[in-house]
């Protein structure tokens, strides 16, 4: 959401602002909120960064010794980008 209200419209921005200070859905529905974050492109924008802080642990985490905990610490950075939301 905080992608998106980078570009959003002000009336936009005032939907998704009420949720974020309300904490709930009650006054805007769930589905507009999602429409407006993919119409910002909100999701495919935060991916992007996770893969980018993925692909920095994951060279860092390659400098440990190969151990099972290397190959856990791998294998939970594999979760957290291609898991399916």
């Known amino acids: 959401m905080i992608y998106s209200l980078e570009d959003a419209q002000l009336g936009e921005r005032e939907l998704m602002e009420s949720v974020l ?3 709930d859905y ?3 529905p769930f589905t ?3 429409a ?7 999701i495919d924008r935060a991916m992007q ?3 980018v802080f993925t692909r920095k642990a994951r ?3 390659a400098e440990f010794p190969e151990s099972r905990y290397q190959s856990a610490l791998q294998a939970l950075t594999d979760l957290v980008t291609e898991r399916d939301h």
């Open 21 to 23: 200070h309300d904490g």
């Open 26 to 28: 009650g006054r805007v």
């Open 32 to 34: 507009d909120i999602l």
């Open 36 to 42: 407006l974050i993919e119409r910002h492109k909100g």
């Open 49 to 51: 960064r996770a893969e």
């Open 59 to 61: 060279e860092i985490i």
